[in-house]
């Protein structure tokens, strides 16, 4: 069986914000604003202080942050 090695690639922080609200059923419109080549090296701590940091500059409320993490499998 093949050594499978994870090579660590650039994540993504995503901003969902609720900008408003569905006049027919009452549930949150929700939009999301992505900052794409987080480095790989970036401390999770580190990322989600960045990111209320700029939830404190949108217009809107936030609904979550999300921070999706990208690898790649080799042999």
Request: aromatic letters at 4%.
């Amino acid at each position: 069986m093949a050594v499978v090695v994870t090579v660590p690639r650039d994540s993504a922080l995503q901003l969902r914000l609720v900008v408003g609200t569905n006049p027919e059923t009452g549930a949150p419109i929700v939009n999301s604003k992505t900052l794409n080549k987080i480095k790989s090296t970036a401390i999770e701590q580190d990322t989600y202080d960045v990111a209320t940091a700029l939830v404190g500059l949108q217009k809107y409320p936030l609904s979550e942050i999300r921070f999706e993490k990208e690898s790649q499998l080799t042999e």
